[in-house]
C-alpha cells in the first residue's frame, strides 16, 4: 500500500484519469473529491463489497442446474409378489365341521 501526506485541497493523480483532491479535513474525517470518467466506477468499499457479494450470489444461482423431478424407485419383482396387508382381501370364515 502506497501512503501518502495530502494537506487540504491538494491532489493524488491515478494514472492519467482518475484525480483524487483532498476537499476538507475534521478532526478523524477526510473529505475527498473524485474525479474520473464515467466508465470507472467509483464507490465507497462497503458499497463495492455489498455489489461483489450480489454478483457472487447471482452467478452462483445461475451456474446451479435445476434438480431434476425425484423419481419413485420402481418396485422389484419380489415386492410385486408381496402384498400389501390392507390390500389383500379379507378370508372367508372356515365352516365349523
Given at each position: ?37 464515467k466508465?470507472?466506477p ?7 463489497d ?11 444461482a ?26 389383500q ?9
Amino acid at each position: 500500500m502506497l501512503v501518502l501526506s495530502r494537506r487540504r485541497d491538494e491532489s493524488i493523480m491515478i494514472g492519467d484519469d482518475v484525480e483524487i483532491t483532498i476537499v476538507d479535513v475534521r478532526g478523524d474525517k477526510v473529505r475527498l473529491g473524485i474525479t474520473a470518467p464515467k466508465s470507472i466506477p467509483v464507490h465507497r468499499r462497503e458499497i463495492y463489497d455489498a455489489i461483489q457479494r450480489e454478483k457472487a450470489e447471482a452467478k452462483k444461482a445461475d451456474e446451479q442446474p435445476e434438480k431434476p423431478a425425484r423419481r419413485q424407485p420402481e418396485k422389484s419383482a419380489q415386492q410385486h409378489a408381496e402384498k400389501d396387508p390392507q390390500e389383500q382381501p379379507e378370508e372367508e370364515p372356515q365352516q365349523q365341521r
